[in-house]
């Protein structure tokens, strides 16, 4: 797991570096271009669906903050980055070999400058792929969240670990949902289970 925590301290500080250098030149994206860009990227695989990979004891922790709730399968650690205020998160198995894990950090108008919600979106998931290989990346689709763009990927290999992430971007909020495991992509079962409970008390 020594490698996820370096990806994600690459992307913490990226986070911080891109709002500092944002192009507010740029032309705003569409959500089009950017389900254009992202189907033109990615190639399915096959999920594994073992119920025997699965941890065999579960306690579903519901997590219910105002402007989100997210389903864990046993209670997770919360953590507070100091330096940019990100909210983790965690939970991990005894044996760490798979992990659950929400990110998520609020944003100021001045950091987000003229960024649209789509143009902000790319960044972040260039951010993200750019520790990553071409094959590494198995699927990289736009989705939409109760009407809020977003970016579902598997990506990963045999030494950097598999990963299932989604990522939001609502109202000046980038939110990062997770599921890590060491040997194996998580199957659509534990991504349905955990991702799939995420649901955002918000409205556009």
Same mark, same amino acid.
């Given at each position: 797991m020594k490698y996820f925590f370096g990806i994600i301290w690459i992307l913490l500080g990226w986070l911080s570096a891109c709002t500092d250098a944002s192009d507010t030149t740029e032309s705003p994206s569409t959500e089009d271009s950017l389900k254009t860009e992202i189907d033109s990227l990615g190639n399915e695989i096959t999920l594994l669906t073992d119920d025997s990979l699965l941890t065999p004891a579960l306690? &579903?922790?519901?997590? !219910?903050?105002?402007?989100?709730?997210?389903?864990? &399968?046993?209670?997770? !650690?919360?953590?507070?980055d100091s330096t940019d205020g990100t909210v983790i998160y965690l939970y991990a198995n005894e044996a760490d070999t798979e992990r659950y894990i929400l990110l998520y950090r609020d944003f100021t108008d001045e950091e987000i400058a003229q960024e649209t919600a789509t143009s902000f979106l790319k960044k972040a998931v260039a951010g993200i792929l750019s520790d990553f290989e071409e094959n590494e990346i198995g699927k990289k689709e736009a989705i939409t969240l109760q009407g809020h763009q977003g970016v579902d990927m598997l990506i990963g290999s045999p030494e950097k670990s598999y990963y299932a992430w989604r990522i939001f971007f609502v109202n000046k909020r980038l939110y990062q949902i997770l599921i890590i495991k060491n040997i194996t992509f998580p199957s659509q079962k534990e991504i349905t289970r955990f991702m799939g409970s995420f649901e955002l008390n918000e409205s556009l």
């Open positions: 306690a &579903p922790t519901k997590i !219910e903050q105002e402007r989100f709730t997210l389903t864990f &399968p046993n209670p997770p !650690e919360r953590t507070v």
